[in-house]
């Protein structure tokens, strides 16, 4: 029998391949550059990590559920901008929301985000690594269980790493 919250889910996965979200198109992206909270850089640098993190290193990120792009074109056009080094991983189970995203990027010639499809209910079989940053936003109240979520993601923080 399928239960209750696979039955939510299921119903979910098909509202953002229908609906990507948030709304965006490639083409607007020569025009102007989204900015926002969370994954701007300079929030990353000063709120999160205090001023303390040399620029210097490589500041690898994870989007987790980042549906068409807003914060992870944002992050990685500011590293790039900045000459700054890392990537920025987005993930996300929509494949319509990562097309968008993708285009967004590939009109940004941006060479420092990757782009992974995927569940963050399998984030260990994933095998992403561990991640300086991760921004999780809009996302966590849509699963079935967000503690467990929430650990798994903890488990994937560097040592010195934060979250938004
Ligand atoms: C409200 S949108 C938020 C998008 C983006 N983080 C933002 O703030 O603009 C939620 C996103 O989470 C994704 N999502 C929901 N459940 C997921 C799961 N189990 N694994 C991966 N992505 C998921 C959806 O596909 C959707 O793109």
């Given at each position: 029998m399928t239960a209750p919250d696979d039955l939510f889910d299921s119903s979910l996965t098909a509202q953002y391949e229908a609906?990507?979200?948030?709304?965006?198109?490639?083409?607007e992206e020569s025009k102007r550059l989204l900015i926002g909270s969370p994954s701007h850089l300079r929030e990353i640098d000063y709120w999160v990590f205090g001023a303390q993190r040399p620029t210097s290193r490589p500041l690898r990120a994870l989007v987790a559920?980042?549906?068409?792009g807003d914060g992870a074109i944002m992050l990685a056009t500011h590293l790039a901008r900045a000459q700054r080094p890392g990537e920025v991983i987005c993930l996300d189970r929509s494949k319509a929301a990562l097309a968008i995203a993708q285009a967004r990027a590939d009109v940004r010639q941006l060479t420092n985000i990757r782009f992974i499809e995927g569940s963050l209910l399998e984030l260990p079989a994933l095998e992403l690594g561990l991640f300086d940053y991760i921004d999780c936003c809009g996302?966590?109240?849509?699963?079935?269980d967000p503690d467990s979520t929430l650990s798994a993601l903890e488990a994937m923080l560097a040592p010195v790493g934060a979250w938004d």
């Open positions: 609906y990507p979200y948030p709304e965006r198109s490639a083409k559920g980042c549906g068409t996302v966590l109240h849509h699963l079935p």
